[in-house]
């Protein structure tokens, strides 16, 4: 079967043997027997084809072995059993007979181990693992596996080498029985079993092999088909058992590289998250609280600022007053001084007709600052019919004191006999004013001409500027317009003229708003800071001012009105409703709060501002009301807009005193056309610790509901300055316009956006939806960045620690390689193992990463829709998933290569041995 033709080989410049030619039989056991070093086994390795590099030549079936494929000869017609076992240690029994079967019918595979094992008695071994078996029962399962692939030919290095004596003439009996149907070359060191079991004995003596002993066997044909083309494979059955068993021995192993890997892959997938799907999520958010589609116009500097302001000159009001004439009462002026501490020693009111004079309770200076105007005075119907003098004046006063003036006088004590008296009688009343401190004292004398009932004290007079012939004609303090300046002189009295108007604020406010004659003059409603003591809601003084500094050109949308549809707009301010443009947060500067029930809203906003800035964000409100706050993201943030599109109901709201509503608002707050409901907006006084006027209430009727799933507010354009301040009386310094914002139901283009521009010298208009993208995008981009940056640190890391265990890998497995490629397995095929083995880990290492990735996007849909209260449709994070597939399979490319070239590199015979 085997014929040898003058066969030499040296390693190493030393020669081993020379001219050795043999024939070998078909059947009958051959032993190679020599000293330690005399090339015994490297014959047997190159009867067997594992070693190619000698002299001569070696047939197989008169067919030279260097002309035949080896991997052919080592799966059908050799087999090897070698000293160390070359088994897999980490697999059963059977699946290390399983390898060597090229079979798909699992009853044919199963009946042939079964059949092997029953032969050489280790059937109960099936199913242990190798690595527990005795150095004797290992030693049959390599000849089971040897005997399963029917080969012409078993080579036998040292088989039983590493074993005691019984299991060695164990072995040798099988062998034995073997040889009688096979050829079987075995190498050893002990003549004694050689002579025992050879049919033949050859040894190397001083390089040369001879023949000691010579059988005498009968040598049989066999005919065997071995003419099986087909490629060799390993079933998949024992590699995914191998690759199971292998991640089970190396446990930790496996999991750091996967934890690792997985960490990896994810942290890449969420920077692909936040790069599209959170970005999308956001931006969807967004334009879904933004509502409708607008643009922001602004100044391109952003600076919008008071810089200045003074009280307006006499002649400046005057002018406005004759402008409008139609709409202004009177001119009036009001003196802010801190009257009690200008004169803290003295400052009351004495009746100084009679000895002793008697003090007239209740009546101070700042009665005669904050005195009523009376344009007609028959209106008091105290029977005068002439206007007063300057040294005349008209008390209001309640029952108790009018009592006292009339007690003091010997008079009845009734309105008409006193007044009747007066008429009669000069009754002079004196104002005593003292401070020590700055050695000051004066004394102003009245005419008392009439008394009429009132509440509380009150200084009635026919001249409007009644107080400023007082103080500064009579009493000679000088004055100044100059509200914002501190004086080093004490005694200088800073005053502000207003305007008394005939009708509501809003009628003389809205004709001025457009007047461009009057754009540096600010008017200010009437407060407790300007009349503490006579203020009312129903106070109609607007108090003039001339302000400094840049302003946004309000008339600046007649000028674009035939480039861009300019019906729909509201006015941005920074104490009413805000909107800059370049700011994610938008709507009421101030908490604005909506209910159906007037005590239950109030008490609500009550307990809300009783609470810590901190615990209000975490307030939730009840369900019948409703809530508006520039600072809040969430959905149900109410907002206002012109944009009046969708009418199911009622009419669009005209007037003041009547707002629309959306119908999202109209089922929250349950109301109806024709409903009131009362707004409450926090005080921003409050924030100055105006403990007294924590919020303002007002009532509004339901004037239109429109269809839209959002809290919307509906009104005219100008409306978002007149609800503050006309209703709720916000300082008007508060309401200075910062920008204006244009509706529309329409996408803007960008292109379109740039074009308006382009007309446009100190303004611009901001996309309001592309400026959240780009905050969005330049939030996020810094994260994204971070976590590519660290994606790709630890991805560099865990594919170091891949490699560098699959360099561990292969050097661990060198043996269990080297086996695969004697057992007739070329280098690819082999190759598929180790592959799909980091297939395994790598493959779980991308389902455990796309499987975080889908939780992180879930996960933030979730909380991004529960933070905004926004309904948000999820999205399967495609790209992110996408990218993590193949960055995994590009990683299992690279290692594809780079394991087969290290399996083609490999010394068999050297590495079988180590």
């Known amino acids: 079967m085997i014929k040898v033709v003058e066969l030499s080989k040296s390693f190493s410049n030393r020669k081993l043997f020379s001219s050795f030619s043999y024939e070998f039989k078909n059947i009958g056991m051959y032993f190679l027997l020599g000293e330690s070093g005399s090339g015994k086994s490297t014959l047997l390795n190159i009867l067997s084809g594992l070693d190619q590099n000698y002299l001569g030549a070696v047939y197989f079936k008169n067919n030279n072995i260097k002309n035949l494929n080896i991997l052919d000869l080592r799966k059908n017609n050799f087999s090897f059993i070698f000293q160390s076992f070359n088994l897999f240690e980490n697999d059963t029994v059977f699946n290390n007979l399983l390898l060597v079967i090229n079979s798909k019918n699992k009853e044919e595979i199963e009946n042939k181990i079964y059949k092997v094992l029953k032969e050489l008695d280790i059937l109960s071994l099936k199913d242990m693992y190798v690595k527990n078996l005795s150095g004797g029962e290992k030693q049959r399962v390599c000849i089971a596996r040897s005997l399963l692939t029917d080969p012409d030919v078993i080579f036998a290095d040292e088989p039983t080498g590493s074993l005691d004596s019984n299991n060695a003439i164990n072995i040798f009996e099988i062998l034995k029985e073997i040889s009688k149907t096979r050829l079987?070359?075995?190498?050893?060191?002990?003549?004694?079993i050689a002579t025992n079991y050879a049919n033949y004995i050859l040894k190397i003596v001083d390089h040369k092999v001879i023949e000691i002993k010579k059988g005498k066997i009968k040598d049989k044909v066999i005919l065997k088909n071995k003419n099986n083309k087909e490629k060799s494979r390993i079933s998949l059955r024992f590699i995914s058992q191998h690759i199971k068993n292998n991640i089970k021995s190396k446990r930790l192993r496996f999991i750091i590289t996967n934890l690792f890997f997985s960490f990896s892959l994810l942290v890449l997938g969420l920077s692909l998250l936040i790069n599209f799907t959170l970005r999308d999520n956001l931006v969807s958010s967004f334009d879904s609280l933004m509502g409708n589609e607008s643009l922001v116009l602004k100044r391109k500097d952003d600076d919008v600022e008071l810089k200045e302001f003074y009280g307006a000159s006499k002649s400046e009001v005057d002018e406005i007053s004759k402008k409008y004439k139609e709409d202004i009462e009177y001119v009036g002026v009001n003196y802010l001084?801190?009257?009690?501490?200008?004169?803290?020693?003295?400052?009351?009111l004495y009746n100084v007709t009679k000895t002793p004079i008697s003090k007239m309770e209740g009546f101070n200076i700042r009665h005669f600052n904050e005195f009523i105007f009376v344009n007609n005075i028959e209106d008091l119907e105290i029977g005068l019919n002439q206007s007063l003098k300057d040294d005349e004046i008209i008390l209001g006063m309640n029952y108790p004191s009018m009592k006292a003036l009339c007690s003091s006088l010997f008079i009845e004590k009734t309105y008409e006999i006193l007044n009747e008296f007066l008429k009669t009688n000069k009754v002079l009343v004196s104002l005593y004013l003292k401070n020590e401190s700055r050695n000051y004292s004066d004394e102003q004398v009245f005419v008392l001409k009439g008394v009429t009932k009132s509440v509380r004290p009150e200084?009635?007079?026919?001249?409007?500027?009644?107080?400023?012939?007082?103080?500064?004609?009579n009493m000679r303090f000088p004055s100044s317009l100059e509200i914002n300046k501190t004086f080093e002189l004490p005694r200088i009295m800073k005053k502000v003229y207003y305007i008394s108007l005939k009708d509501h604020q809003s009628i003389f406010l809205d004709k001025i708003f457009l007047d461009k004659d009057y754009d540096n003059y600010l008017f200010e409603n009437d407060s407790i800071t300007y009349s503490p003591l006579n203020y009312t809601k129903e106070s109609r003084k607007q108090y003039v001012f001339s302000i400094f500094g840049k302003f946004f050109n309000r008339k600046i949308l007649t000028y674009l009105s035939s480039y861009i549809d300019v019906n729909n707009y509201y006015y941005s301010t920074n104490g009413g409703y805000i909107n800059y443009g370049n700011s994610l947060f938008s709507g009421f500067s101030n908490s604005l709060f909506i209910g159906k029930d007037k005590d239950k809203v109030e008490q609500f906003v009550d307990n809300y501002l009783s609470l810590s800035v901190e615990k209000r964000n975490n307030v939730v409100i009840d369900e019948d009301l409703a809530f508006g706050d520039s600072l809040s993201l969430n959905g149900d943030n109410v907002k206002f807009t012109s944009l009046k599109e969708n009418l199911i109901k009622g009419e669009n709201p005209k007037f003041l005193d009547e707002i629309g509503i959306s119908s999202f608002l109209a089922n929250k707050i349950n109301l109806d056309i024709g409903d009131e409901a009362y707004f409450v907006l926090v005080n921003p006084d409050f924030y100055k610790n105006d403990r007294e006027?924590?919020?303002?209430?007002?009532?509004l009727t339901i004037g239109g509901i429109y269809e839209n799933n959002s809290p919307l507010l509906y009104h005219l354009p100008n409306f978002s300055i007149k609800l503050f301040r006309d209703l709720f009386k916000i300082s008007s310094f508060n309401l200075i316009i910062n920008s204006i914002v244009i509706e529309s139901s329409n996408k803007y283009k960008e292109s379109y956006i740039n074009k308006l521009n382009n007309l446009l010298d100190e303004y611009e208009f901001v996309n309001m939806l592309s400026y959240v993208k780009e905050s969005i995008s330049s939030t996020l981009n810094i994260l994204e960045y971070i976590l590519l940056f660290i994606s790709l640190f630890v991805m560099i890391f865990a594919l170091l620690i891949l490699i560098t265990i699959n360099f561990i890998n292969f050097e661990e497995s060198k043996k269990e390689i080297a086996t695969f490629l004697i057992l007739g397995y070329d280098e690819k095929e082999?190759?598929?193992?180790?592959?799909?083995?980091?297939?395994?880990?790598?493959?779980?290492?991308?389902?455990?990463s796309v499987f975080g990735t889908i939780i992180m996007s879930l996960l933030t849909c979730y909380i991004t829709s529960k933070q905004l209260n926004v309904a948000l449709i999820y999205s399967f994070p495609l790209i992110p998933v996408g990218f993590i597939i193949i960055i995994t399979f590009i990683i299992l490319l690279v290692l594809y290569p780079l394991l087969l070239k290290s399996i083609k590199r490999l010394e068999v015979v050297k590495s079988m041995h180590n």
Do not use: A
């Open 693 to 699: 006027n924590q919020f303002k209430t007002i009532k």
């Open 337 to 348: 001084v801190d009257f009690e501490n200008f004169f803290i020693d003295e400052n009351e």
């Open 830 to 848: 082999v190759n598929k193992v180790y592959f799909l083995q980091n297939l395994n880990l790598v493959f779980s290492s991308m389902i455990e």
């Open 184 to 192: 079987v070359i075995v190498v050893s060191h002990d003549e004694g």
């Open 459 to 473: 200084v009635y007079h026919t001249n409007p500027l009644f107080n400023e012939i007082l103080f500064e004609n």
